[in-house]
């Protein structure tokens, strides 16, 4: 069986299925803001997706980021390394990327156990 | 048991184990199409993949979708909104890359539930 | 049940969940050495945490390849090819993509089965 939460026509907001969930790749709300507000914009967004989907950031197992400009990272990196879990930090990559719209500075998508 | 479908010396075309199903990232055959043309054939190769696979497309869990030009975004999602099956769209993430050949212009990975 | 391995307060090498591992993205750790050495190290160190979760390369699924110039494209493949196990191909996507620091010219991210 497929969950799917906050679908829409072009895409779920997360699928939950076999045990695991899926998130779509989240960006800020509030692209007035520099990387680090973005990334906990986007991290709060992961928060409220992984509650909808019945599980929470200790059980993220792996997560990709996105930056538009790789010379962020340690501003993307403080905001995450306050967020993240101690004790269950998942697998992670990060790389430079321009996303959907050049106002976002930071993209990221997870894949969680249920 | 792990089932590998189009399995090549470099990679295999998609991937089957514990209930899911990994795609290879799909490239167009015809390069000379522009992105709404390569975005067809790219998502007519998927859905031969996921029959290959026992599945099909409204059970896509997740897709990672690179453009070599994020400008032609809604190109792309144009021929991506009539394919994608209502009511079952996956968590998605379209991010700005170069690909392999300068002559690509979409590449989409998938991960579908078998 | 979810495990970790070479656990970070940043993230994790490799997670283990419901049949799977989730590796991190893979660099170097010589980045004096071009991209088919940096390629050759990466792979060692997927290698070495594959074992620790109690897995291996003939048992992955799914790869994502970031190179930061996609002209070393055959480079990364001449190393790829001899280590990845014939007949036991995983689904791949290579693309271009700024990395972390200048100095990695490679990243490589894998799921396997348990």
Redesign the interface.
């Known amino acids: 069986m497929?969950q799917?939460f906050q679908?829409?026509?072009?895409?779920?907001?997360?699928?939950k299925?076999?045990?695991?969930v899926?998130?779509?790749?989240q960006v800020a709300d509030d692209t007035s803001e520099p990387v680090a507000g973005q990334t906990r914009q986007v991290l709060a967004k992961i928060d409220q997706l992984l509650a909808e989907a019945g599980t929470d950031k200790t059980?993220i197992?792996?997560?990709?980021i996105?930056l538009s400009d790789?010379s962020t990272?340690a501003d993307m990196?403080s905001v995450?390394?306050a967020w993240?879990p101690?004790?269950?930090?998942?697998?992670?990559?990060?790389?430079?990327?321009?996303?959907?719209t050049p106002a976002y500075t930071v993209?990221i998508?997870v894949?969680a156990?249920a």
Do not use: H
Not at 22 to 25: C, E, H, V
Not at 61 to 64: D, E, F, K, V
């Open positions: 497929i799917r679908p829409g026509p072009r895409m779920s907001g997360a699928v299925a076999n045990g695991f899926f998130l779509a790749g059980r197992l792996s997560a990709n996105w790789i990272f990196n995450w390394d993240v101690q004790g269950n930090t998942p697998a992670r990559a990060t790389v430079e990327a321009k996303l959907a993209e998508a894949i156990l």
